[in-house]
Each structure stands twice: as structure tokens, then as C-alpha cells.
């Protein structure tokens, strides 16, 4: 049972017993509000339709603007998260991303370069034989399924597979008219096949708007010319139509196959430029005027305009999509603004800060999100008395303007949307962002490839809470994040698969002993190490078993304190499944059925997991060596000296090395040594000199070569703890845990840096720790391997510690983002899935942290009869579910932009809204209405009995990838069910009906009942 229901379920009890109490019976409902649980994100869903997507395929982007309208809206699923995918440098890349037939088409100068689109590998590309024309953005078109088109003066026609020109129509006197300053070279229709271009006669000094035909691709031939007055530029063309602006402020609209005139239309807005948007019959201009200004596109009358302000310049076209029309603006308030309108009304419906230049820029909408550049100047910039931020891209909420996610230093121009990705240029590269995340295969490593790294994915800089799951005993496995679902093991001997998104348990699966290893997750299966001295395989989808392989026995008490009591953990290589063992073996078995491919046994019990690299494994035990063993054979190539380097052991430390390694460029790094070791007199510890007498120094880091075994260098760790953890590299850094410090040291020189880490042994002559490019520290011993969040927005590193807490931090400093506090320590490693964060705690807990913005919405709702209904009338109960977002304003005292709530009220689509009807007999009616696009909804309820009947409003609540819709609940309202004239009337007196009192204590208790179910959701 639910929380939240079996809260509600007690109220109405105790409500039963106060009734009961006054001598009446009355029936009530199992439940008051039925409580919807949030369900698995297995199917990308239109937020505007309802509908599923299917085949991400389909979803192109194959001109600019998408398609021939030019409204900038991709139909297809786009990121929730910045994930990068992948990312190509090409040098003097720019404009726009034009995206088909797999590939990804930009120009660099007067060179075409055909990029794989999922993976940014270069398929070919093509000199062409002229310079793209126009300043903007965007000269690729998608002509049919075999040809492209780039305008270079005129048409040159390739084939899209191998990039071959097989037409080039030069127009000699393409150009605009003199003084005009085109933009764009002009626009194409792909339902007519029609290209439309601006030329200018020398000779006779006429301007001409000329119909290009490419109808067959490999002849193409201007099919008419029409002469204009003072042209600017094409700059839209649909429903058959062609339109061009004027230097005059006059918007012609032109038959697109003919080319005959159908009519003009004169605006107050001066110079029409640049380019415009055709949607849903009508024709949108803002470019380069203050008004963003709606046509009838088939009369030119003017619907409406909209007066953004003094200063208020748009360069460029917004988008438009979901009945709404998106734009950015510079304007006097005082950076510039991104805002939505109503494509039918010109209503503003919300709006949201930014800082422009001239904003040379558009904007691509997509799967209910917005995404723009909201500052395209750098940072320190002054531009009209404003300091600018920086360049940013942002993606917003389509429907609320909430901010979803910004990344600062990168500012794509022209974006685009296609295949489920979003595609930019920036800085001489090009960017995928996606919206899949990379699993989390391996628990304690997280991949193999990098280990506890996740590569180009976004993570969070503010934990909050999303979801909780509690296991009956403390939880130091670490979770494996893979296809939605996470694994990880408790103390209460179950391997769990929980929902990642809700938490919710999929399967269980009970072993012998206490889970203290972490899983693998590969193909389909889940390995697991040998906690009660057996490795098993289970179907990673149902728990099943698949097979278990029993080994020399377990042993459940080796070291104490509890910190120590680390498992080795499998990794999976392909077929193969390597894994360290308490009996001193490293075992290779087969991932298909278990079996014992290949041992090697070491000197001692083996806690730490191995890790793999070129055909080799690496491993340390408690014998103090690492060992490298050929990963085919498993025999030995090489083993280190002793990690202990010799130093002296008191009695009370008896095992020791029971870290992991990374591998990298070639190194081994590993932590090594015993904890209170003592150094020997004289002993010269290569390549460091240890002082004679030194205490807590044998706690080191090493560096090995990877092939040879060599010691490259090795270096003093804070403290006196024998590190558990897996060192992190990334970009030639080192990120590790160091007693009670995260720090960060350079992987080639590792005593540079200007942070000298903290050390306890100084009382007792102990030689300090090296320095470090930074450290940060946390409060008490450190248990924890660090995570590593590859992310566009800013690196992160995630650790949890003994003091009970989840950390983040900036990679690229130390300093603390946020963290979270647990009831229990934190031996658990941190994973990374999805923009989410996930660890367990000794507390029985098992976390999921995400930062996704949370909206406050509310209910407006009406009773269409009015107070007094017929007995078995048929009303309706009206309503709309809209948010209440945060909207940025200037405060000029401040400096600054400052969050208020907005006096916007955007509706929220396809949500479900419940109505609950309290009927005079105290019977509950539960209604459920869906919103329709713009967020009204409609219920409609027959009453069967007469008297005062109360009814509710309410919303529980959604939690979407990208952002949670708060719960909501209306106020009661009532009003009275007349009974037929020839059924007796109720008498009236000065004393109220007893059943009316009860009722109304019913009702109050209800209302507190749904408030307080409101309230949980909400924490």
C-alpha cells in the first residue's frame, strides 16, 4: 500500500469512530482520492498530442526552419538532459545543423561535410564549386530522397549518399537589391519543389524574385520571375504561397507556381527582413522591427501586433509550435527577454530574462521544450551599460517558461532537432546532445572503459531527494544503473532491481549472506561477486536464476571496522566475467554458464576488483602486490613490489591493499600501504625518501607502468585509513578519496599544486602529504569511491562520507555545490544515470538525487448551473489546470535579476485532473477529465440524490524527466440538489439537520485529509 493512501485510510477510520461515536451509521469509500503512481518512462509520449512518437526516424530536420513554413519545430522526441553524444571538430564550421537521411550536413567555407548523426564520424564531403550564399544561417536543403541542394548563387544539386554535384544552375546576377542587406539566400518549398530566390538585373536595374524549379533534381530551371519594389529579401514561403519583405515595411505575398502577385500588405514596423514564420494559415514577422505582427496569410490583413517595447530589435525569427509563438527580443528591460504568445490572440503567456547583443540567433522547439541561446556575447562584456553573463544556451519548458536547464560558455546560434537529438555548432565544433543516457554497467567501477566517469552525461548540482527505497539492512553495495533500472545489494542478503525513475522494486533476489559487492550489469544479466562464497547470474529483467558457481567458502568477519568490509565486485568483458575472491583467487568465468575458464592464486584475501585494459587484468590483495595478469590466460606478466614498501607492521594491522586500480594512458594508479605503519630507519623508498620514524606515511598512491610494471612515481596519502576506493582519472587529473578529503592531483606531476592536504600525524614526526591541484574537506573518514559527472554544464564529482552525507562538488575546484544528509554513513559509491544520482547509506536507504526544477500549478473551476440543480439534471463542472511559474524581473537596486511569481497563468496540456462529488448521503463520486491543449478541462454528473452536494477539484502531481508539476487541490464548493415537486420538501427551522452537522464534520475532515495527502506529495 501506498503512503499516501494508507495515510488517508486512517483519517477516514478515525472519522468512522467519531461517527460512530454520535450514534450514526454511515457508509464510507475504501478510499477518498485514488493516489496515481508514477509509471516508468518506457515510451516517449507528445506532450501536445497525447500520442507516442514511434520511429524516431522519421523525425527530420531538412531545411531551416525544419520545414517550408519556417517555424522551427521538430516533431519529433528531444533531449530532457544535456547529455553529449558526440562531438566533431570542424575548422571555420557555422550556421545551422541541417539533418537527413542519418546525416548531419554543415559548411565550413566553400566546403559540404556530411557528419554521421550518431556518431559525428565525417561520411564524406565536397568543394563546392562557389561560395554559399546569404549571411544567415543555413544553405542545405533536403530536395527528395536522393538529392541535396546547397544555393551558391543558384542551385547546385549533390546526391546525398556519396556528396556527387550532379547539377550547378548559376545565376549570374543573383544578389539583392542594392542597400537591402540580405540575410538568407532565400527559401524553399518541398511541396511545390520550389526554390525562391532574390536576383537584381544589372542591366535594366530591376529587382526580381525568382521560381526555381526542382522538380527534377538534375535539372533544375527557373520557372518564372516576378519584378518587386524595393525588395529585402524571401523571406517565408507555404500554403503555396511566397513572401517577401520590403525596404518599405511592405510584406507581397506571391503565387508560389506562378509567381502572379496576391496581395501586399503595409506594416508600421519600417524594414521587413531577415526572415519570418508561416504557421496554421498565417504568416509571422519580427525581424528587425519593435512588433511581432500576425497576416492572414491568405488576405495580408493585419490579425494583430504586439508592441514589444522601446529598443525591442529581433534579428532573426523566432519558432512556432503548440499554438504558440516563440521569440527572442533585445529590449530596454533591460538584456532582452524570450517569450511565447498565442499564435491566434497574440496573449502573452510567458516570458523569461536574457542578455543580447543583437541576438543573431533562432530558436528550436521540440517534445514540449524550447531551446535558445539567452546570452550570445562573453562574459565581462559590456554592451549598453549591461554586464553580460556569458554565452549561454538554455532549454526552457514550451508550455510554462520554466528554466529546465542552461549551459553557460557554449551558445549554439541555430539549433536543430532531429532523430531524437539536438544538433549545434559552437566554437569550431559540432555538438549532439542526447537525450540517452549512458548506463552504468558496472556498480563499484561504473564501465570499464573509464572507470567511474560518466562520459558527456549531465548530473545534478542540487541533490534533492526524487525518490527513497529502504531495505532491511544497511546498504554499502554500490548501484548499477542500466536501461532503467537499478541493482544494488543490502545488508539484509537481497540483490534488488528497483525502478529508476520511481523507485519502485521490480524483483529481489535472497543470497546467504550480507551484500557487500556490487553488480554487473551486462547484456541482458546481472553478475554478482561471491558474498556467501557463490557467484551468481541472474536475468537482469525477471531475478531469475541463470546460474551460480560456489567457490572455497565465505568469509563474513575478515576485517572491522565496518568501512573495510568491501567485496570484490565482477567486470564483465565480454563473454568473460572477472572477479577477486576472499579465498586469494582471481577468477575468469564464462558469462554464459558460469564456468571456471581460468584462477590465479594470490597470496591473501582479495577485497579489491579488478580492472581491465588491453587483455590485461589488474588486482591487488592482501599479499600488499598488484598483480597484472593476462586476461586471456590469466597467467602472471607482471606483479609490483610490495605496496607496503616494506614498512614496518605493528601487530594490530594484519591485512592491508585492498583497493581498486584504474588504468589509463597507459598507468596503473592504485592505493596501497597499511594503515599505522612505521617506516624502517634508513630505508630509502623508492622514488621517495621516507624520514626515519615516519607514522602514518605508508599510506601511498602509485603510479605503475600499465605494460611493464614500472614504478613511475608514488605519493603520500593523508591519514592513517588503507584506501578502499577506485581512483578516478580524467583529462590527465586524478580525483580520489583521501581520509576525510575529496582531492584533486595532477596524474603526470602529483606534488604540484597549491592545496596541501591535511595530515593527523604531525604530532608524530609523520611526513606530510604532497600537494594537491585542490582538496576539499568533509567532515570525517571517507569510504566512498568519488563519481565523476563528464558534464557540458561544468564537471561535478559526487562522494559520500562517514558523516552521513552525499556530496557534490565542482570538479574543477573543490568547492561544494550541495549536499544531503543521511541517518547513517555512506560507505556506497555514487552512480550516474541519466541526470540523476544515485547511492545507498547504512540507514537501509537507497537514494535517487535529481535537480529538475519542481512547478507550482493550480486549479480555476466553475459549476455551469449555479447553486441549485434539478434532481437527474445533467450538469457540467468546467475547470483549467495552469502553472504558476517564476518569472525573472530586474531589480535595479540589486543589479540583478530576481525570481518572482508570475502574473502569467499558462495552461498545462494533456493532464489528468480528478473531481471528486460528495454526495448528500455521503457517498463519493470520483471524475477524471484530461486537459486539452491549452489546459481546460470538462466533467459532466447526473445527481441521484437531493440535498447539499460538495465537490473538489484536484491534481496529484506529475513527474516528468525534465520537470515535476506540483499536486493541487481546490477549496470545496457546494450547492443543492432539488428534488421533484412531488417528493416531500424538507421542513426548515431554527434548528440545523443532525445528518447536515455530521456531514459538514465529514466534509471538513475530507478537505484536511486531501490537504495533508497534498502536502506529503509535495515533500
Known amino acids: 500500500m501506498k503512503k499516501g493512501e494508507k495515510f488517508l485510510k486512517i483519517l477516514i477510520i478515525v472519522t468512522m469512530a467519531l461517527l460512530l461515536a454520535s450514534s450514526l451509521t454511515i457508509l464510507l469509500p475504501n478510499t477518498l482520492i485514488p493516489v496515481n503512481a508514477l509509471t516508468q518512462l518506457t515510451q516517449r509520449v507528445d506532450p501536445w498530442t497525447g500520442q507516442p512518437y514511434g520511429d524516431i526516424m522519421q523525425y527530420e530536420w531538412p531545411q531551416y526552419g525544419c520545414e517550408e513554413g519556417q517555424s522551427g519545430f521538430g516533431p519529433g522526441p528531444a533531449p530532457n538532459k544535456p547529455n553529449v553524444l558526440w562531438r566533431t571538430t570542424v575548422a571555420g564550421v557555422g550556421g545551422q545543423p541541417i539533418v537527413f537521411s542519418g546525416k548531419v550536413f554543415v559548411i565550413a567555407g566553400s566546403t559540404l561535410y556530411a557528419l554521421d548523426a550518431f556518431t559525428g564520424s565525417v561520411v564524406w564531403t565536397r568543394s563546392l564549386p562557389r561560395a554559399p550564399s546569404g549571411f544567415g544561417t543555413a544553405y542545405v536543403v533536403k530536395v527528395d530522397a536522393e538529392h541535396l541542394m546547397v544555393f551558391c548563387s543558384g542551385p547546385v544539386i549533390l546526391k546525398i549518399a556519396t556528396g556527387e554535384i550532379v547539377a550547378d544552375l548559376h545565376i549570374r546576377h543573383y544578389m539583392a537589391h542594392p542597400g537591402s542587406g540580405q540575410y ?13 530566390v532574390p536576383a537584381f ?23 518564372w520571375q516576378y519584378v518587386a519594389y524595393s525588395p529585402s529579401e524571401v523571406i517565408a514561403c507555404g500554403g503555396g504561397k511566397v513572401f517577401l519583405g520590403t525596404t518599405e515595411g511592405t510584406v507581397y505575398a506571391l503565387n508560389g507556381s506562378t509567381g502572379q502577385r496576391l496581395w501586399e500588405t503595409h506594416t508600421r514596423g519600417g524594414l521587413v527582413q531577415q526572415s519570418a514564420i508561416y504557421y496554421n494559415g498565417k504568416l509571422y514577422t519580427s525581424a528587425t522591427t519593435t512588433q511581432l505582427t500576425c497576416f492572414d496569410g491568405e488576405t495580408g490583413k493585419i490579425l494583430w501586433q504586439y508592441e514589444k517595447g522601446g529598443r525591442a530589435f529581433s534579428a532573426y525569427k523566432g519558432a512556432a509550435a503548440y499554438g504558440m509563438i516563440f521569440d527572442t527580443t533585445i529590449e530596454v528591460d533591460p538584456h532582452g527577454h524570450v517569450r511565447a504568445w498565442d499564435a491566434e490572440t497574440g496573449e502573452l503567456i510567458w ?5 543580447f547583443y543583437i541576438s543573431y540567433t533562432t530558436i528550436a522547439v521540440a517534445d514540449g521544450k524550447v531551446y535558445t541561446s539567452i546570452c550570445d556575447w562573453a562574459a565581462g562584456s559590456v554592451v549598453a551599460g549591461i554586464t553580460m553573463p556569458g554565452y549561454t544556451f538554455a532549454c526552457f519548458d514550451a508550455f510554462t517558461g520554466t528554466l529546465l536547464w542552461r549551459i553557460p560558455g557554449i551558445s549554439f546560434a541555430h539549433p536543430t532537432v532531429a532523430y531524437g537529438n539536438l544538433y549545434g555548432i559552437y566554437g569550431g565544433a559540432v555538438y549532439a546532445i542526447t537525450d540517452a543516457p549512458r548506463d552504468w554497467t558496472h556498480g563499484f567501477i561504473g564501465n570499464v572503459e573509464n572507470p567511474r566517469v560518466a562520459v558527456g552525461q549531465s548530473a545534478p548540482e542540487v541533490l534533492r531527494v526524487r525518490w527513497e527505497f529502504q531495505t532491511g539492512g544497511d546498504v554499502s553495495s554500490s548501484p548499477a544503473v542500466v536501461k532503467g533500472r537499478v541493482y544494488v545489494g543490502s545488508h539484509d542478503k537481497n540483490w534488488y532491481c528497483l525502478d529508476a525513475y520511481t523507485g519502485a522494486k521490480i524483483w529481489n533476489y535472497t543470497i546467504g549472506a550480507p551484500v557487500r559487492s556490487s553488480a554487473a550489469v551486462v547484456d541482458g544479466r546481472m553478475f554478482t561477486g561471491a558474498d556467501d562464497g557463490t557467484f551468481y547470474c541472474l536475468n537482469a529483467t525477471t531475478g531469475k536464476l541463470i546460474w551460480k558457481r560456489t567457490t572455497d567458502g565465505a568469509f563474513l568477519h575478515l576485517l572491522e571496522p565496518l568501512e573495510f568490509q568491501v567485496r570484490s565486485s565482477p567486470t564483465v568483458v565480454g563473454n568473460r566475467v572477472y572477479v577477486g575472491h576472499l579465498d586469494g583467487k582471481v577468477y575468469c568465468l564464462r558469462a554464459e554458464d558460469g564456468t571456471v575458464l581460468w584462477t590465479y592464486q594470490t597470496g591473501g584475501p582479495i577485497f579489491g576488483s579488478p580492472a581491465y585494459y588491453k587483455g590485461m587484468i589488474y588486482i591487488t590483495s592482501t599479499d600488499r602486490y598488484l598483480y597484472a595478469l593476462n586476461a586471456t590466460t590469466g597467467s602472471m606478466v607482471w606483479r609490483s613490489f610490495p605496496l607496503n614498501m616494506n614498512i614496518g607492521v605493528p601487530d594490530r594491522s594484519v591485512l592491508f591493499n585492498i583497493g581498486t586500480p584504474t588504468v589509463a594512458d597507459g598507468r596503473v594508479f592504485i592505493g596501497g600501504g597499511v594503515m599505522y605503519g612505521t617506516a624502517l630507519p634508513g630505508v630509502d623508498y623508492y622514488p621517495h625518501s621516507v624520514p626515519a620514524g615516519a607514522w602514518g606515511g605508508a599510506i601511498r598512491f602509485f603510479a605503475f607502468n600499465a605494460t611493464t610494471g614500472a614504478s613511475i612515481w608514488n605519493q603520500t596519502l593523508a591519514g592513517n585509513t588503507q584506501p578502499v576506493w577506485v581512483p578516478v582519472y580524467w583529462a590527465r587529473r586524478l580525483y580520489i578519496s583521501e581520509f576525510g578529503q575529496v582531492t584533486c592531483m595532477n596524474a603526470t606531476h602529483p606534488n604540484s599544486g597549491p592545496y596541501r592536504v591535511a595530515d593527523f600525524g604531525a604530532a608524530y614526526g609523520a611526513r606530510r602529504a604532497g600537494n594537491r591541484t585542490w582538496g576539499q574537506w568533509l567532515g570525517y573518514q571517507i569510504s566512498s569511491s568519488v563519481a565523476y559527472a563528464d558534464d557540458i554544464r561544468g564537471p561535478k564529482v559526487y562522494v559520500g562520507c562517514d558523516v552521513g552525507s552525499v556530496t557534490v562538488l565542482n570538479a574543477a575546484n573543490g568547492k561544494s555545490l550541495s549536499s544531503f544528509t543521511t541517518p547513517g554513513n555512506v560507505p556506497s559509491s555514487p552512480a550516474i544515470w541519466d541526470g540523476k544520482v544515485y547511492i545507498g547509506s547504512v540507514n537501509g536507504k537507497i537514494y535517487c538525487f535529481d535537480d529538475s526544477p519542481r512547478v507550482t500549478v493550480s486549479i480555476s473551476s466553475e459549476f455551469v448551473k449555479g447553486m441549485k440543480v434539478k434532481l437527474n439534471e445533467t450538469v457540467k463542472i468546467r475547470g483549467r489546470l495552469f502553472a504558476i511559474p517564476e518569472e525573472h524581473v530586474w531589480d535595479s537596486q540589486k543589479g540583478t535579476y530576481v525570481p518572482v511569481q508570475s502574473s502569467l497563468r499558462p495552461g498545462i496540456p494533456n493532464a489528468v485532473v480528478h473531481v471528486s462529488i460528495i454526495k448528500p448521503d455521503m457517498r463519493i463520486l470520483n471524475l477524471t477529465a484530461k486537459t486539452d491543449k491549452y489546459g481546460f478541462f470538462e466533467v459532466t454528473y ?3 440524490v437531493a440535498g447539499w452536494t460538495c465537490w473538489v477539484a484536484w491534481y496529484d502531481g506529475e513527474t516528468k524527466p525534465a520537470l515535476t508539476y506540483n499536486a493541487f487541490c481546490t477549496e470545496d464548493y457546494w450547492f443543492e440538489i432539488i428534488p ?5 420538501q424538507l421542513t426548515t427551522g431554527s434548528t440545523i439537520p443532525t445528518e447536515y452537522i455530521i456531514a459538514t464534520i465529514l466534509l471538513i475532515v475530507v478537505v484536511i485529509a486531501i490537504a495533508v495527502y497534498i502536502v506529503k506529495r509535495k515533500k
Open 980 to 984: 421533484p415537486l412531488t417528493q416531500p
Open 942 to 944: 447526473t445527481p441521484d
Open 184 to 196: 538568407f539566400w532565400g527559401a524553399y518549398s518541398s511541396k511545390l519543389k520550389m526554390a525562391y
Open 201 to 223: 538585373n544589372v542591366t535594366t536595374r530591376e529587382s526580381l524574385i525568382l521560381g526555381i524549379s526542382l522538380a527534377t533534381p538534375s535539372q533544375p530551371k527557373i520557372a
Open 351 to 355: 516570458k523569461q530574462p536574457a542578455y
